[in-house]
């Protein structure tokens, strides 16, 4: 399958130059939900990505956010979303990618169960940065590897996050935000879930959290996190599949210290009290940094 990875980068560089015409000459925007567009791009990149698939792996299944759904009962599968961050996209704020993630189901697996993640690919096609990850095979950033941050706690990170586009309404995800922004050096909500798990991935991010994400969101960041030596799991450090709905992701050493705070929140416990810029400073000289 040593072919996987440099046909995944060629299909999502070339999807990625069709975005960055679209976003150059400005796109038609439609609504799927209340807030959660989808634009001409959207589709045209899911169609590119889709024959060119085809064309290259005509065994395989393909799984799109944009609707195409063949070949799931196969050996392999490819996740695909065509463009993550459609809103920046759609204002013109400068953070989308294509994403596109393969996995191997082998006979015999039940529908709900996950195969194996065996390559990921996310492109930024404005800053021109390829994030691929093969298992076994450690994740590269434009060919050169890449490995997750060493922040050692929670209050030395900087964090991200991100708000479904449909059902804004019921996310509780502001409280957290909160949370996190109090106790950490920030929480970045950019806009692309895939960027930011590839940001985690090399180190510019030392850890993320999101709701209701879906399976195209997170399969290559998923590996890509793995494999450059991060942590990717439920909020409560459970294993994390394809079809959560929720997910955390981190350089594996800030972990522990991410879910405690999920565990306080979600009991409703007492939180650890905001400290005081002087409480802070005394404490950081207490600890000897
Ligand atoms: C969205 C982005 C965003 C995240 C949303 C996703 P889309 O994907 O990744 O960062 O917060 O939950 O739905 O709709 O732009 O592909
Ligand atoms: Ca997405
Ligand atoms: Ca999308």
Sequence with gaps: MA?????????????????????????????????????????????????????????????????????????????????DGTTNFAHG?????????????????????????????????????????ALGEGAT??????????AR???ESLIATGFPSNKRHKSPNVHFYQEFTLRSHGVRRAGSAALDLAYVACGRLDGYWEFQLNPWDTSAGYLLIEEAG??????????????????LASNGVIHPAMEHLFADMFAGRNLDPILTPAEFAARRAAEGR
């Design 141 to 150: 950033l434009n060919g050169e590897p890449i490995h997750v941050s060493c």
């Design 93 to 133: 704020f400068p953070a989308f990618c294509v994403v596109l993630g393969c996995e191997q189901r082998h006979p015999g697996l039940a529908a709900n169960e996950d195969g194996q993640m065996i390559a990921g690919v996310i492109y930024d096609p404005l800053r021109d940065e390829m994030f691929s990850a």
């Design 230 to 247: 991060g942590r990717i799991t439920h909020f409560d450090g459970s294993k994390f599949t394809l079809d959560s709905r929720e997910i």
């Design 3 to 83: 072919e996987l990875l440099p046909t995944a980068e060629s299909i999502a560089r070339e999807a990625g130059a069709l975005l960055r015409d679209f976003y150059h000459r400005g796109v038609r925007t439609e609504y799927k939900g209340d807030v959660d567009l989808v634009t001409e791009a959207d589709r045209a990149s899911e169609a590119l990505i889709g024959g060119r698939l085809r064309a290259a792996f005509p065994e395989h299944g393909i799984y799109g956010e944009e609707g195409t759904r063949e070949g799931l009962d196969g050996e392999f599968r490819w996740y695909v979303d065509p463009l």
């Design 153 to 155: 706690s929670l209050d």
